[in-house]
């Protein structure tokens, strides 16, 4: 099974992954963790990728893509994946389309999270505090500053990807307000569809 989450930051992208990853077995690739990955390593994209990421911007989609790229190449990868956090551009999606056309592989779903505004940066303060009472380092954008830009980036440029995935036919929309087990109940419900459609 191949899909994407969609949706602002906040929305829950991260959380509901985790339970695809234990309940489906695939992989959750989310360029966010690599980059931050690539930052702490001091890699040459994480050295480009640092400021940007800092600012709540967002990376040059070259960069992004191969790294995509990449790791869609590893043996883990091969039975399916969960896109997080990518594509956040309509160029980026269309770089999707093209590697995967290339390997004879098809997204099966996109899935969006349909969030209000307004929760969002209660949620990323609150994920910000819960991070620091466990005692680990905080995202240095989950503050309500760089928030804004991160939002804003969602809006102009990630937003779109909705009507682009809808005229495909590939949109699943979901209400990622209500509690977080009933938006699990409700993405594991549409998933199982899609299982059984391809197997069938
Ligand atoms: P995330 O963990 O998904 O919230 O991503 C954290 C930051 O990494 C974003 O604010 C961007 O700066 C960068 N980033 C992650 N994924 C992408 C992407 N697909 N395209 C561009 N920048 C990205």
Redesign the pocket.
């Given at each position: 099974m191949r899909i994407i989450l969609l949706g602002p930051?906040g929305a829950g992208?991260?959380t509901q992954s985790a339970r695809i990853v234990e309940r489906f077995g695939i992989p959750q690739l989310?360029?966010?963790?690599m980059?931050?990955a690539a930052v702490a390593a001091g890699t040459p994209v994480g050295l480009e990728?640092k400021a940007?990421?800092e600012s709540?911007?967002?990376?040059?989609?070259a960069v992004?893509v191969g790294i995509v790229a990449d790791r869609i190449e590893e043996p883990d990868a091969r039975n399916g994946f969960i896109l997080?956090?990518?594509?956040?551009?309509v160029e980026?999606a269309a770089a999707l389309d093209r590697m995967l056309q290339e390997k004879n592989l098809a997204l099966d779903t996109v899935v969006e999270f349909v969030v209000d505004e307004n929760a969002l940066v209660g949620r990323i303060a609150k994920r910000a505090a819960e991070t620091a009472a466990r005692g680990e380092p905080v995202?240095k954008?989950d503050t309500p500053e760089v928030f804004k830009t991160?939002f804003e980036?969602y809006r102009a440029q990630t937003a779109p990807l909705s009507a682009y995935y809808a005229s495909l036919g590939m949109l699943e929309t979901l209400d990622g307000m209500q509690p977080v087990d009933d938006v699990t109940a409700a993405l594991m419900r549409t998933l199982e569809r899609h299982v059984e459609t391809t197997a069938s």
């Open positions: 930051p992208k991260g989310s360029t966010g963790d980059l931050r990728a940007i990421m709540g911007g967002l990376v040059p989609d992004v997080d956090g990518f594509p956040r551009t980026q995202r954008d991160r980036a």
